[in-house]
Each structure stands twice: as C-alpha cells, then as structure tokens.
C-alpha cells in the first residue's frame, strides 16, 4: 500500500518543480509592470480567501500592533501579503539584473561606514537579520558591494525545488550552507567566520533548531535563533542586527530597499556565556522589533514565534 502513496508523492513533488520553474520563466519574461501586477493580484485572492498562512501572519501582526482594530488589522495583512509576493516577484527576476541595478535599488543607512572599515581590517563580520523587506538582494548586492557572503537556508520540499534555489542564491554570489538534521551547520558556519573578513548574514527572528532563546520581541515573548550571537562570542566576529524594508512610493515595478546596519552589539567575554548571548540576542532584537512595528506590513512571518502560540512546543528555559 505504500508504494502507491509514495509515487503520488513523487508525482506531486515533479508537478511542483515544473510549475515553479515554469512560473519562474514566465514571471522573467513579463514586462516588469504585468508582472508586479500579477503578484499583487494572487496577494489580494490569497487575503480574501484567507487560510491557515494568512491567519498566523495576522495573529503575528496583532501582536505587534495591538492598537489596530479589525478593519484596520486586516488592511495591515493585505498589505503584508502584497510585500511577501513582491518579495517572490522580485526573487524570480533578481538573477537578470547586473551590478548597477542592484546599485540603484540599494540603498545602506546606519553604520555602514564601520561595516567597510571592519571589512577592510580584516575583521569578520556576522549579521542578525529578520524575514524583512528583500534578504535576497540585500544578500546578492552584498556580495557585490561588500565581501563574499556565506549564509544558512532552510530546507524546502521537494529536495529538486530545495535545489533550485540553492543555485539560484550561489548564482548571486552566496555560499548556502543548508539546514539540515545531523549536519554541524553552527560548526560550518563558525569555520567560514574564521577566515578574515567573511560576511556571515543569518535569518535568525525564528528558532528552527529548538536550541534558541525566549526575548521580548516588539514587547511579547518570542523564541529566537542565538546562533549568531554565540558564532561572534566564538569566533571575535563583530555582532551587526540589520533590518531591510522596502523603500516607498508602491507601484508595479522592482522597488529599491533599504538596508540599514543598527550599530554593533557586543556578543560578551564574562564567564556565564549562556547570560552574555542572551543580552546580545536581546539587543538585535530591539532593533529589529522597532522596524517590524514601523514597518510591519515588510515582516514576512507566517510562522508560529511567540511563546504564547507555541504552546507545548515551546522549549523551557534559555
């Protein structure tokens, strides 16, 4: 009985690649305002018939907007899924453009400055970043712009879909380290910051490894990653939380971003190191928490990061 249910599976997984890769060569091929269009069109069915994604991504945001009526919350999670697909149609495209597009659409604010001159010293660099705005062209016009960067990617299903993906982000300049079980990933990740001036930027508002610590996220309990704030204990890298939004007016064309470098978060030397990563995870989540509430609708989470919605999944303790 389980081989048929097993080539289903298998079938189901093929019909998947092939869409998405068809999609992905339709989307390229779309003039850029059809195409943004598009996305935003599939943004507003998806918010009208609603669902178990959209449902959290609102549970989400009224947690860190609790001053929002419902009318108002719902606009907020419609405008929140239009940022998500365009964040899609953004990614489908991002590999047609050259250097000076990605010039254009960035622009750097906060201690940029200090990240170069470190760079320059040879220092390493690790960044705690949220699910905000476009990671990946920050991630690719990094890789231009400032040093080589080296990063972790959840794993996707199916493994051919996992991927794609994963050529798409080297063929922006990145070396994905993927996530998965039984793998040394922090081990990868701490030898990469070792040599001088590596760029380490790791998604880290959500902790996949049942390893991360409970914070005050835009004011609630929330489980987070610690990884990076352990790596800079480990390794001396310098410790930068960055946010990314993206930059106004709205319209049906690739929108520019803003990456800003909050200044530097001392990752600890005391003896309780456990006490000293959870201050420095604390501390990048403060300023990720100040843009999510500013710019709530670039927060691209749909998944379950407040204590209180994890429930008996919730590991005790930090």
């Not at 914070?215 to 987070?224: M, N, P, W, Y």
Request: with cysteine; proline share 5%.
């Amino acid at each position: 009985m389980a081989r048929p249910a097993l080539s289903r599976k298998r079938a189901q997984d093929a019909a998947t690649v092939l869409a998405f890769k068809a999609g992905w060569r339709a989307v390229r091929a779309l003039p850029e305002p059809a195409a943004y269009a598009l996305f935003e069109k599939i943004a507003d069915v998806l918010h009208r018939r609603g669902g178990k994604d959209v449902e959290r991504m609102r549970s989400n945001y009224a947690r860190v907007r609790p001053e929002l009526d419902d009318a108002a919350l719902d606009d907020l999670t419609r405008e929140g899924l239009r940022s998500y697909f365009r964040y899609w149609c953004d990614a489908f495209r991002l590999q047609s453009l050259s250097h000076d597009d990605l010039r254009s659409l960035v622009r750097t604010t906060g201690a940029i400055d200090q990240v170069r001159a470190d760079l320059a010293a040879g220092e390493s660099i690790v960044l705690y970043l949220g699910h905000l705005g476009n990671w990946d062209l920050a991630g690719a016009w990094s890789a231009t712009e400032l040093a080589h960067v080296t990063t972790v990617a959840e794993r996707l299903e199916p493994d051919e879909l996992f991927r794609a993906f994963l050529e798409f982000r080297e063929g922006l300049g990145m070396t994905i380290i993927p996530l998965t079980q039984g793998i040394d990933v922090m081990g990868q990740v701490e030898a990469a910051l070792r040599v001088p001036g590596a760029f380490a930027p790791l998604l880290s508002d959500r902790d996949l490894t049942q390893r991360g610590v409970t914070v005050k996220l835009a004011g609630h309990d929330a489980r987070v990653a610690a990884g990076p704030a352990i790596l800079a204990r480990r390794t001396g890298a310098r410790l930068y939380p960055v946010t990314i939004t993206y930059d106004p007016p709205r319209g049906r064309a690739m929108r520019g971003i803003e990456i800003r470098f909050h200044d530097p978060v001392d990752a600890g030397s005391s003896p309780d190191m456990r006490a000293d990563v959870l201050a420095a995870t604390q501390q990048c989540v403060d300023a990720l928490s100040t843009a999510i509430v500013e710019r709530t609708e670039d927060w691209h989470m749909m998944q379950r990061v407040f204590v209180d919605d994890l429930g008996n999944r919730a590991p005790r303790g930090n």
